[in-house]
């Protein structure tokens, strides 16, 4: 079985916490909960999922940030990605489907991180905000999983940072490359938790 492949070879060890983990939201915007734009799947049960992870982190006083993805009005920033997936371009600042769903809305004092690539830390100022505020540790949810998350997840490892997805948090337009991507990231870059799992191992260590 390809599971037994990859203890043989080491992969999946558990990293865990460090001293400060960050709660990273990353693009739950309506724009990825709508499936006539850029949504589908089951990227609103992991909106959904998230809401108790969420008001842990706000009730523990740990750092939240979240991320958007947006575009100048014009597109004079729009890259190769747009090529790509064109509707990318109708995120701007003031679109309707650039904002952060309501249920998730950002409170006074989270960062909010606009991003034109995948990854949350690729030309955004988020890696010197976490070296400012201490953070050792990426807590992610968000969407989606095959992009934005595993982007974020390779970038926050490859600085050095601990990575815990909340695999319950994060949702893909399609479960296939959802699940196959969780698998991954849980093999090489990242610890798999539930957000319930991580709320009860961050309130057992403070006890």
Not at 43 to 67: G, M, N, S, W, Y
Not at 111 to 123: E, N, P
Not at 146 to 153: E, K, L, V
Not at 165 to 178: F, I, N, S, W, Y
Request: aromatic content about 8%.
């Amino acid at each position: 079985m390809a599971d037994d492949v990859y203890a043989k070879q080491q992969f999946g060890q558990k990293i865990g916490f460090g001293r400060l983990p960050a709660l990273l939201v990353v693009d739950f915007v309506n724009g990825f909960t709508d499936p006539d734009i850029l949504g589908g799947g089951n990227i609103l049960d992991a909106v959904e999922a998230t809401k108790p992870l969420l008001a842990f982190f706000r009730a523990a006083k740990l750092p939240v940030v979240f991320t958007r993805i947006v575009y100048a009005d014009d597109g004079a920033d729009a890259g190769v990605w747009c090529q790509k997936v064109p509707r990318l371009r109708d995120l701007t600042e003031k679109a309707h489907a650039s904002q952060v769903v309501d249920t998730l809305a950002p409170v006074e004092g989270e960062l909010v991180i606009r991003k034109t690539q995948a990854s949350a830390f690729f030309g955004t100022h988020l890696a010197a905000h976490f070296v400012g505020k201490g953070v050792d540790t990426v807590v992610l949810a968000g969407c989606t999983t095959s992009g934005c998350i595993r982007a974020s997840a390779i970038d926050a490892m490859s600085m050095n940072y601990r990575v815990t997805v909340a695999k319950d948090c994060v949702g893909d337009r399609a479960l296939g490359p959802h699940e196959a991507n969780l698998f991954d990231m849980g093999q090489k870059y990242a610890d798999l938790l539930t957000g319930g799992e991580v709320v009860a191992a961050l309130k057992a260590r403070a006890a």
